[in-house]
Structure formats: C-alpha cells, structure tokens
C-alpha cells in the first residue's frame, strides 16, 4: 500500500520576488515600533544640520581663501 501525500501553497500570499520577501519583512519590523517615524525626523533633522554646517564651513573657507589671494594680489 502506497501513500502519496500532496501539499498545496497559496501563490497569492507568497511574495513573487526576494525583494518583496524582504520589504515585507522590514514593514512588519517597522510597524512593531511605534517610534520609528521620529528616529527618521531625527536622523533627517540631523542630516540637515550637517549639511547646512558643511556649506557654512566650506563658504567660509572659499571666502577666506578670496580675501588671501585679493589681499596678496594688492
């Protein structure tokens, strides 16, 4: 006597593409946490600061290098 055992999967929940499988799985991660959105606004507000001290920093050098170079053309 023989047994044959048959195992259906449901093809509409499975996710089509790796990528799918892993942003799933980071969605569910992110919705566990209610504190997500406000480490994205902290590490964008912190990103913004950074930028806004490189180009202060980098104007500030450029016009200290204009005044040097105007100063020994005089």
Do not use: N, Y
């Not at 892993?22 to 406000?38: K, M, N």
């Not at 480490?39 to 180009?55: I, K, N, Y």
């Amino acid at each position: 006597m023989t047994t044959t055992t048959t195992f259906t999967t449901d093809t509409a929940l499975a996710p089509k593409h790796a990528h799918s499988a892993v942003a799933r799985r980071a969605r569910c991660v992110s919705e566990r946490s209610p504190f997500t959105e406000i480490r994205e606004q902290a590490r964008l507000r912190t990103l913004m600061v950074a930028a806004t001290a490189t180009g202060i920093v980098s104007v500030t050098a450029t016009a200290s290098a204009a005044v040097v170079v105007i100063g020994l053309g005089a």
